[in-house]
């Protein structure tokens, strides 16, 4: 038995897996933070909830994952985004409280861990998980091994557009300025105030808010402004997935997040055809194949449940 917990920008959500991820008992709480010792405790007193909900003796258990929206090396924190720490060793510090291993990962590279053992990147040795949320996330796993710690990818910090953008990262032009669903909003705000017209207008108003789907659903409808801008965003995706192919030719890339929802004839149909017609692989070789993430939200809570797995 192995404890996952996905720690989130506002919750946590702590998941208990049998030894092929398979979740047995799930627990969320809203995420408290009081410094780090004490998030220590609140992520030991979790795992414990965890484990007593699913019935499961204290022997029984054999790790526990933390994903982390961050920068991890080992078992410590380097930061984290949003959640005030510096390298704080929380491996450690859990370690004592729990009397089992603990892994640390970042949130993509839990994901990542996830889709390859329980989703769409099982059988695959060389696969890759984008994260279409907040940021763009991603998460790499070579030879079956996650390239995670220290080395984590950071691909939605490629610059896809040199001079573009600024991004809160320091530099210009990041991928994740332009494929993330903020982005996605952006590029529809802008394309509703060029057309007035647009099915957009009505349908934000009915929906109660602009988000990511938003576009996708008035471009289902025959909304050419909003076709346009999917088409658009397909393109900005596209450039950053076929740098991800192109880079490592992995077996497949899975797409997953918020956006990752829209439908099929829109997002993924489109993308198979960009990112094919932007990788060296059109002249023969491996072909990598562009797939929906499976998982959902459970994949960080399973990806850090198995982290040893991939570790
Ligand atoms: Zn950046």
């Not at 258990?61 to 959640?83: D, F, W």
Request: charged residues 20%; aromatic residues 4%.
């Amino acid at each position: 038995m192995r404890i996952g917990i996905d720690v989130g920008g506002t919750n946590l959500k702590a998941g208990l897996t049998d030894g092929d991820g398979r979740l047995l008992a799930v627990e969320r709480r809203p995420l408290d933070f009081r410094g780090a010792e004490a998030f220590a405790a609140d992520l030991a007193d979790m795992a414990e909830a965890v484990r007593t909900a699913a019935g499961v003796s204290r022997e029984t258990l054999r790790s526990v994952g933390i994903g982390l929206p961050g920068a991890v090396s080992g078992g410590e924190i380097l930061y984290t985004t949003n959640i005030p720490m510096e390298h704080v060793p929380l491996a450690e510090l859990l370690r004592r409280r729990l009397g089992v291993p603990v892994l640390l990962g970042n949130d993509a590279d839990c994901a990542a861990a996830g889709e390859y053992l329980r989703g769409a990147g099982r059988g695959c040795r060389d696969f890759a998980v984008v994260t279409l949320g907040t940021g763009v996330g991603a998460g790499i796993i070579l030879d079956g091994r996650l390239r995670g710690g220290a080395a984590s990818s950071e691909a939605g910090h490629m610059v896809t557009h040199a001079g573009g953008e600024p991004c809160p990262c320091g530099s210009r032009g990041c991928w994740e300025q332009y494929a993330s669903a903020p982005a996605l909003i952006r590029q529809t705000r802008a394309a509703m105030a060029a057309h007035p017209e647009s099915l957009l207008h009505p349908l934000a108003a009915e929906r109660g808010s602009l988000d990511g789907q938003t576009p996708f659903l008035a471009a289902q409808a025959g909304d050419e402004t909003a076709l346009a801008v999917c088409r658009a965003y397909v393109e900005e995706l596209a450039a950053g997935i076929a740098g991800i192919v192109n880079l490592l030719r992995p077996e497949a890339v899975a797409v997953g997040g918020g956006v990752a929802g829209a439908p099929e004839e829109l997002l993924l149909e489109p993308l198979r055809e960009r990112v094919g017609a932007m990788s060296y692989a059109r002249h023969g070789g491996r072909a990598t194949r562009i797939l929906r993430a499976e998982l959902g939200n459970d994949a960080g809570v399973i990806g850090a449940a198995l982290l040893g797995r991939v570790i």
